[in-house]
């Protein structure tokens, strides 16, 4: 929760919240340790049989941000939706959040909309980005090289 508060200050779930997401049925939620210690976490979304899914959240301590770690969680997720063999996955991401955006975009997400006033009380937009799994797969599988 040290995590979760720090990284959005403004509108961090709280802890039922948290608690209900993590304990779901859909879920696929990933943690990041560094010496015994969580430094991030991510979490996935998708129910059983559907072709679509959510990235619900990635977070990463202040002191683990820019060494890849975002990523790796990133491609981890998608690699799980992949296994659920889920064609689509969506996420939304604060419109001021530039890092995340540029980190998105670069995995293969495509901006497709925006929740106007949507992170509240700091009234930002959100924007909805979406990844074609398979897509993504064979980018992954072929062009860089790199996995999850």
């Keep these: 929760m040290a995590i979760e508060r720090a990284s959005f200050p403004t509108d961090a779930w709280s802890e039922p919240m ?20 969580v430094i991030g976490y ?5 129910l059983a049989g559907a072709s679509d899914g959510d990235i619900q959240t ?14 790796s969680l990133l491609r ?11 064609r689509e996955v969506f996420l939304e991401v604060r419109a001021d959040n530039d890092a995340a955006r540029t980190l998105y975009a670069s995995e293969g997400f495509e901006e497709i909309g925006t929740r106007p006033h949507y ?14 799994v398979p897509r993504w797969r064979r980018r992954d599988t072929v062009g ?3 996995s999850a």
């Design 18 to 37: 948290m608690a209900d997401e993590l304990s779901g049925a859909h879920g696929h939620y990933l943690v990041a340790e560094r010496g015994g210690e």
């Design 119 to 132: 992170y509240q009380p700091d009234d930002v937009d959100a924007i909805v980005m979406k990844i074609d």
């Design 58 to 71: 990635i977070a990463l301590a202040a002191a683990a941000r820019g060494a890849g770690l975002g990523r």
């Design 144 to 146: 860089s090289g790199a």
């Design 42 to 46: 991510g979490g996935l979304r998708a």
């Design 76 to 86: 981890a997720l998608i690699a799980e939706a992949d296994a659920r063999r889920v």
